[in-house]
């Protein structure tokens, strides 16, 4: 039973960058929406996520309304470094592709869609709870939530998107017997951090080293996100400032004399990450964007570029379902999305295992020799950088 009734075109589970872009490009093609979350604005807002957007997400944010703040607040970049045997060498995209990235965290993508929607007049309902999907296999799904207030609403839309991350609850609602679930685990974590020291290089730093990979990235003129590889059962009690610093300064040593700024360690958390896609991306009238269908490590910074491009397919698929009544063309969706998250899979998987300190065991010694040889072929033939200067900053649009 619920106290109220709303009736919408779409609506979308889950409030992240993912369901908030989706409401907006709708709002835009003139199509209503209602976004829930169980999950506070606040609670979204203080979880650190990665931070690389693609041009042209960057150019969607800006074109599309949402905000230019990112061309204000944003650092443009130009190209990355990959860092092995204690020495940097600078990947050039702007060169080699004639594109660039943006470094831009999520949590601020977030917050211009939240600003974005609230501006608009969009309904977006945070910290709800009980949320349900129903009926979703007839012509009108049904969301049904309770409010913050405590009011037990039911949504009528045409069609549903699980926008809800990557613990979806959307996903599971395809039948067990009709889905596929891809995925592997990795035996290793990330170790995240903020620290509040001055900028320690103009562009990212994707370590490989005797102590494990890292990565130098910033936020602002005085915070700084730096990671280094951890154990997933890792206890971040047992690291104090001086232990961490050590061992990034061990992952970051080499013969230049590169060192890290140090200073006051202000936030820190173990990031257990994986593979994993669900296939199919549509059951019945529900479609299913960005991590609810499919998770990538965060080494290629692929993970919200992936969700981004899922929004754009269905913004242009979903409101000609509308129109034409005719659930069959969102089958469209999934094979247009699905070849880019393969591609992303697989650069995401070949960064990582190419990066990180493979577990121990018999080929300990010749995978690290192999991985060094790797990394040779992508830095020193132009064929190399330009592979990972592609894959890094997206693949040219069209889909
Ligand atoms: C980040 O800035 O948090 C970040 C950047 C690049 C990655 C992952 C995370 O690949």
Known sequence: MSDTVLTTQVAIVGGGPAGLLAAHLLDRAGIASVVVDLRTRTEIETTHRAGILEANA???????????????????????YLRFGGRS??????ELVGESVWLYPQTDVFIDLADARARDGGDVRFGVRDVEVLDI?????????????????????????GADGSRSMCRNIVPEERRTRHGREYPFAWFGLLVQTPMNAPELIYAHSDAGFALVSQRTE?????????????NVDDWDDARIWERL???????DGFRLHEGPVIQKSVLPFRSFVQEPMRWGRLVLAGDAAHTVPPTGARGLNLAIHDVTI??????????????????????RALQRVWR?????????????????GESFAFDRRRQLGELENVVSTRA????????????PSGD
């Open 58 to 80: 960057a150019r969607l944010l800006v074109d599309s309304g949402v905000s230019d703040r990112i061309l204000r607040d944003g650092h443009e970049h130009e190209g990355t």
């Open 89 to 94: 060498h600078r990947i050039d995209f702007k």
């Open 137 to 161: 296999d007839t012509q009108q799904p049904r969301v049904l939530f309770t409010d913050v207030d405590g009011t037990r609403v039911e949504v009528r839309s045409a069609f549903v998107i």
């Open 222 to 234: 005085t915070v700084q996100r730096l990671y280094f590889q951890c154990s997933p059962t890792e």
């Open 249 to 255: 300064q061990a992952c970051l040593a080499g013969h």
């Open 314 to 335: 269905l913004a242009d698929v979903l409101p000609r379902a509308l129109a034409a009544r005719d659930d069959s063309v969102l089958d469209e969706y999934a094979q």
């Open 344 to 360: 992303a899979q697989n650069f995401s998987y070949w960064m990582t295992q190419m990066l990180h300190l493979p577990p121990g």
């Open 384 to 395: 190399g950088r330009t592979h990972l200067a592609e894959q890094y900053t997206g693949w």
